[in-house]
Nanobody
């Protein structure tokens, strides 16, 4: 059974950094896309960043471009989200998802989801 486990969330002040990890139970290159999403209370889920694992191509939401970086370590079966210059509006539960089956990376359907890790940014 495929599993994704997020970690690395926490509480930091605005301007700080966090690195989230998404540890997969199998080789990340088994899937096409692995993506990070976030959802704040009362808001819709937002696609934050994705990596096309077989080519290391990356894509970002406009809201995080220049601040967040997604990467993968295939030896560790892990995808990372480095988040710099964090803002209070980045506060949300962050989830990773793998294996896009239809739609765009930011709004499509994925086969696998993690349980999430909370990120809280104070001003």
């Amino acid at each position: 059974q495929v599993q994704l486990a997020e970690s690395g969330g926490g509480s930091v002040q605005a301007g700080g950094s966090l690195r989230l990890s998404c540890a997969a139970s199998s080789n990340t290159r088994n899937w096409n896309f692995i993506s990070w999403f976030r959802q704040a209370p009362g808001k819709e889920r937002e696609g934050v960043a994705t990596i096309f694992t077989r080519a290391d191509s990356t894509y970002y939401a406009d809201s995080v471009k220049g601040r967040f970086t997604i990467s993968q370590d295939t030896a560790k079966n892990t995808v990372y989200l480095q988040m710099n210059n964090l803002k209070p509006e980045d506060t949300a539960m962050y989830y990773c998802a793998a294996d896009l089956v239809r739609g765009t990376w930011a709004e499509g359907e994925y086969n696998y989801w993690g349980q999430g890790t909370q990120v809280t940014i104070s001003s």
